[in-house]
């Protein structure tokens, strides 16, 4: 199965580090989407990608966090100087571009900052 | 701004019932997207609705979308316990809904 990896699934961290998530799409998805999810809420919106453009960015997102996609294929979440409300599960979703069939969504990757 | 309201936001019914999940959007968008999230697990895909008018069926669940009322509605016919679980519906533009937490009773 060649469905969305996440990596790495929890990670731990104290306040005032920078942490880096990664995400590899289904690779014949083009869009590429990061969310945030708190626990009783349904994903929030972060970032999205068309290949290797970033497309759009949540106003909610702080200058703290930053995506890539380099090559329009696996991407990157990295959240610098890191604050306990940062504790979620980040969540990476791939679609095709024609978006017929919706998101495909990895497992999730939970941040816990102490 | 954009907004999905679902309701209700906590459904607990007893297995064999009927009810409906109702989502509601403030923007005009041409589709829709139902997903299914269990405890502690990812979202799955569960109904993607191209078109006014559309509806799908899988299982027991029936998913309809009314662009003109910017009104779905997700349908479960006869709840067995298995359907117990978060039903999150979303827009473009990638807005979800609070989720609708199912508990079916036995």
């Known amino acids: 199965d060649t ?3 996440q990596d790495p699934r929890h990670k731990i961290t104290k306040r005032g580090q920078n942490v880096t998530f990664r995400c590899d799409p289904i690779s014949e998805h083009n869009r590429l ?19 290797e453009a970033q497309l ?30 940062d504790s979620a599960m980040y969540l990476c979703a791939s679609s095709h571009w024609t978006r017929s069939r919706g998101q495909y969504f990895g497992p999730g990757t939970r941040l816990t900052v102490t | 701004e954009l907004k999905v309201e679902q309701n209700p936001l906590f459904l607990s019914m007893q297995e064999g019932k009927n009810y409906t999940i109702y989502c509601n959007y403030s923007t005009t968008s041409d589709r829709l997207y139902w997903y299914r999230q269990d405890p502690g697990k990812s979202l799955e895909s569960l109904f993607v609705l191209l078109s006014n008018g559309a509806v799908k069926q899988e299982g027991r669940l029936m998913a309809s979308l009314d662009t003109k009322a910017r009104l779905s509605t997700l349908h479960i016919t006869a709840a067995v316990h298995d359907l117990s679980a978060t039903y999150f519906c979303a827009v473009p533009k990638i807005i979800f809904g609070k989720g609708t937490r199912l508990h079916i009773l036995p």
């Open chain 1, 3 to 5: 469905g969305v990896s």
């Open chain 1, 33 to 51: 989407y990061w969310y945030r999810q708190t626990l009783g809420q349904g994903p929030e919106f972060l970032t999205y990608f068309q290949n």
């Open chain 1, 56 to 85: 759009e960015k949540s106003r909610l997102l702080s200058d703290r966090f930053s995506a890539e996609r380099p090559k329009g294929s696996f991407s990157t979440l990295e959240i610098q100087r890191t604050e306990q409300g």
